[in-house]
């Protein structure tokens, strides 16, 4: 019974006629169009997509450009914000506060707290 199988059975040496190769390469060549077509159409949808969402965005702030030149100008409170120097003062001494809190005891805080008070210090 086994001998009358041959290679040719299996599948071995298909490729030698060069049949199979055509084939495949034409199978591989509509499957490669179609997925550049799909990919293309969803391309395409995604950046109408963008599109639409930019436009939209792009009508809503001149919409509100508009209304604000119509309303005339907008109170703004003024806000005195920290400079540089006073956020580096302000990191520096919560740095020293945990140092010392972390190198002292509590009866030495205790007796700082008392002599800065004597000498009416913050």
Partial sequence: ?????????YGFRDEEDGVLLRVEAEAEQTMMQQAMAE????????????????????????????Q?????PQFVAYVPLPDQQ?????????KKQELLAKY???ALAK???????LLNKQ
């Fill in 111 to 117: 007796q700082q707290q008392e002599a800065k008070a």
């Fill in 1 to 9: 019974m086994h001998k009358s199988i041959t290679p040719d059975y």
């Fill in 68 to 72: 604000q030149e119509e309303d005339g």
């Fill in 86 to 94: 006073a956020i580096e003062q302000m990191v520096l001494q919560k």
């Fill in 104 to 106: 002292t005891s509590e």
């Fill in 39 to 66: 990919w293309q159409e969803k391309e395409n949808e995604r950046s109408a997509a963008l599109a639409s969402v930019t436009d939209k965005a792009a009508r809503q702030h001149k919409q509100q450009q508009q």
